[in-house]
T-cell receptor, first 115, second 114 residues
Framework: AQKVTQAQTEISVVEKEDVTLDCVYETRDTTYYLFWYKQPPSGELVFLIRRNSFDEQNEISGRYSWNFQKSTSSFNFTITASQVVDSAVYFCALKDDQAGTALIFGKGTTLSVSS | DVKVTQSSRYLVKRTGEKVFLECVQDMDHENMFWYRQDPGLGLRLIYFSYDVKMKEKGDIPEGYSVSREKKERFSLILESASTNQTSMYLC?????????????FGPGTRLTVT
């Protein structure tokens, strides 16, 4: 069965530190998609990135970067030089043929960045 | 911009009441979803709909029903609210599955059942 594991429940860092949020997934499908969402204190989940299983290139967007490694079934998210505004709950999610239209979410990692 | 709106940000209801949570999206999306979010459990899918009048059960449909009479609107119904349904409810929408579109979320409704 599909599964997404975010082993880190809570992480606390000080501004300007780099932080990596881990995501490990399980699927039997060869075609699947991985997502990261951010949920700030306001509550609305914000889409950050989508990756398909055939594209293992790492991606960088400003201070955000993602490391996708099929060999370890991981899709980790790094924030460089963290800022207080990065404080949020971050969710990793998986979509594959078995899940169909729905997303399978991890339990989330709460990131607290202090000044 | 895609917009998903939910009828209430906060709602307090009594045990046994019938509760309606409304969700509206303005992007002509085919798919709509209802999740509940609880601390330590992440997001769990209650129901989703891939077309008008069509619905599919998610992981935790017990105690809930849904209605989709119009493409833009997806309602979650608690027939007889119970205290264990106190939670944050999130609605989302996405385009056709074939396009592998991401889901867009509403701001959530925090429901308290007393």
């Amino acid at each position: 069965a599909q599964k997404v594991t975010q082993a880190q429940t809570e992480i606390s860092v000080v501004e300007k530190e780099d932080v990596t949020l881990d995501c490990v997934y399980e699927t039997r499908d060869t075609t699947y998609y991985l997502f990261w969402y951010k949920q700030p204190p306001s509550g609305e989940l914000v889409f950050l990135i989508r990756r398909n299983s055939f594209d293992e290139q790492n991606e960088i967007s400003g201070r955000y970067s993602w490391n996708f490694q099929k060999s370890t079934s991981s899709f980790n998210f790094t924030i460089t030089a963290s800022q207080v505004v990065d404080s949020a709950v971050y969710f990793c999610a998986l979509k594959d043929d078995q899940a169909g239209t729905a997303l399978i979410f991890g339990k989330g990692t709460t990131l607290s960045v202090s000044s | 911009d895609v917009k998903v709106t939910q009828s209430s940000r906060y709602l307090v209801k009594r045990t046994g009441e019938k509760v309606f949570l409304e969700c509206v999206q303005d992007m002509d999306h085919e798919n709509m979803f209802w999740y509940r979010q609880d601390p330590g459990l992440g997001l769990r899918l209650i129901y989703f709909s891939y077309d008008v009048k069509m619905k599919e059960k998610g992981d935790i449909p017990e105690g809930y029903s849904v209605s989709r009479e119009k493409k833009e609107r997806f309602s979650l119904i608690l027939e007889s609210a119970s205290t264990n349904q106190t939670s944050m409810y999130l609605c989302a929408s996405s385009a056709m599955e074939g396009l592998i579109d991401e889901q867009y979320f509403g701001p959530g409704t925090r429901l308290t059942v007393t």
